[in-house]
């Protein structure tokens, strides 16, 4: 094994390279048994793959700061793409005013508000595919359910699809280098960025949604109607791209193991536990960075003050000192203690709305399909940080009118 002078263990592993991105879970393991800490050369940058240094280093805000930025970018030496993110990309107390307004509201109350919307939308998505033989899991399912729920759920004034995508695609690959995947998707950014800022704004939210909500902090003081629009921004950001990620890996994983999916048939009350399974075994996000903020030693590697450490979510999802059989999909393991939400101060604050659209979508699909196959080869979607797919073709045969499933979903 090479190692610095220092004696820490090397790897030359690019894992923003397409080589890398079109299959990563090949690589992870090699990372993990490297060392709790190995030097990226590439990059110059420190990485840890392992559950327990990635939990720690989540955990552990004070050393491993955000306000530097959590991609490759450090923001102390470089001019970010865009005006950082005040949850995101800051430190206690900024972060945490930040992150109070947003807890506002997006509370457990306003997401349980939120079910019967969902459910519905869900339901009527299921029916409408359910029959229709070949889909495309990713445009017709994965995109198709957030884009119809969530928009609704911010008040922005118009869907806007594409534009959501093509944010999110751009700010997920920003956290990564200016490779062509980064040039490529940043193209659009002065467009996409002032449709984005637009919905932003107060006078744009409809009343109600998780966007006024947010500006009702304003009211009485808590922040300012410019640090509003960047928290609604926050939820444009982070409330999209990952969901149809997400969504997409679950149903990649189902379709894969029939037997899995005859388990969420017999009992669509699983969906839940499938989605969240789906979460630990794909990690929709990958990979954050975090930036010291003072010399440390972990598993026997001082990391100096001011560096980059690349924390792989995903590696640390599958680590076999931490889960039993990690490479395989089984919604019945308890996925509980993964980190595809993060974890920590930082720890996503939209996860219960994310986990009640894969929930109530599984539930629906496993109430109306029978069969979920694969209809041909899924194309994989490059991305910096998000892994999933740019295409699932799927054939869907509609469960049998009297099972059980069906009739309970009325
Ligand atoms: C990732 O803009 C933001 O505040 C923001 C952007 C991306 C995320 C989170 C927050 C983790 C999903």
Known sequence: MRTTPGGVPVSAVDPFGDDFLADPFRWHGDLRDTGPVVWLERYGVWAMARYAEVHEA?????TFCSSAGVGLSDFRRETPWRPPSL??????????????????????RTVRGLRDDFSYAAIRLAGEL?????????????????????????????????QLLAYGNMAFNAFGPRNELTMASLRQAAEVGAWIAAQCARDALTPGGLGARIYASVDDGAISADEAALLVRSLLTAGVDTTVIGLGCALDCLARDPAQWQLLREDPTRAGAAFEESLRYASPVQ???????????VGGVLIGAGEKVLLFLAAANRDPRRWDDPDRFDLRRRANGHVAFGFGIHACIGAAMARLEGEVLLEALARRVGRLELAGEPRRRLNNTLSGFASLPLQLTPAEPWSPGVAAAG
């Open 130 to 162: 359910a029959g229709r033989g070949t889909v495309d899991g990713v445009a017709d399912i994965a995109e198709a359910f957030p884009l119809r729920v969530f928009a609704e759920a911010v008040g922005l004034a118009e869907p806007g699809g594409e």
């Open 58 to 62: 989540l955990r552990d805000w004070a």
């Open 87 to 108: 949850l995101l990309e800051a430190d206690p107390p900024e972060h945490s005013r930040a992150r109070t307004a947003v807890a506002r509201a997006l509370t457990p």
């Open 287 to 297: 990979t954050f960075f975090r930036t010291t903020t003072r010399d440390v030693t």
